[in-house]
C-alpha cells in the first residue's frame, strides 16, 4: 500500500488505516507529517460515511496544484474534492499540527510538491511523481 498519507489521499484513492507512529518514526518522521489542520469548509467531525468524510475532514493532496486545492485556495468552481486542504481566517497561512504533537503556522505560498510532501508518510513510497527532502526553509 502506498505511503500517501496518515489517513486518506483522494489522488490515488487510497484509504489508509492503522498507520502506526512507528511506521512514521522510521520513515519520514513525526516531526515531518501532517496530521491536522485548520480547515473553515470541514464537514461534521462525526460522519459515519466514509466518502463525506474524505471530502469534507481534514486533507486530501492531488498530483497537481490547483486555486482552491491550495493552502486558503479559493475558487467559484471548487468541488467538494478540492475543498479538502487547509483553509483559515488567518492572513497568509494555516495553524497545523504534526504527528509528533507539534503545531506551527504553514505558510499559504508553500509549494504544492513540498506540502503534497509532508502530507506522506514516508515521500519516497508514496504515488507523488514528485519526491524531494523537505527543509525548515521550505516550511
Known amino acids: 500500500m502506498p ?9 490515488s ?3 489508509l488505516r492503522g498507520v502506526s507512529s512507528a511506521y512514521i518514526d522510521s ?5 515531518w507529517t501532517l496530521l491536522l489542520s485548520e ?3 470541514a464537514g461534521a467531525w462525526d460522519s459515519q460515511e466514509s466518502e463525506t468524510a474524505q471530502t469534507t ?3 486530501v493532496w492531488h498530483e497537481a496544484a ?6 486558503n485556495g479559493r475558487s467559484a468552481t471548487a468541488t467538494a474534492d478540492d475543498l479538502a486542504r487547509p483553509s483559515s481566517n488567518h ?3 494555516v495553524h497545523v499540527s504534526f504527528c509528533d504533537g507539534s503545531t506551527r503556522f504553514l505558510r499559504e505560498d508553500i509549494d504544492y510538491d513540498v506540502y503534497k510532501q ?3 508518510t514516508f515521500g519516497k513510497g508514496s504515488d507523488d511523481s514528485v519526491n524531494r527532502i523537505v527543509f525548515d526553509s521550505d516550511l
Open 66 to 71: 490547483g486555486a482552491a486545492r491550495a493552502i
Open 27 to 31: 520513515h519520514d518522521g513525526s516531526s
Open 39 to 41: 480547515n473553515l469548509d
Open 91 to 93: 492572513g497568509q497561512g
Open 3 to 11: 505511503a500517501n498519507g496518515v489517513f486518506l489521499d483522494l489522488w
Open 13 to 15: 484513492n487510497t484509504k
Open 118 to 120: 509532508l502530507m506522506t
Open 57 to 59: 475532514l481534514g486533507f
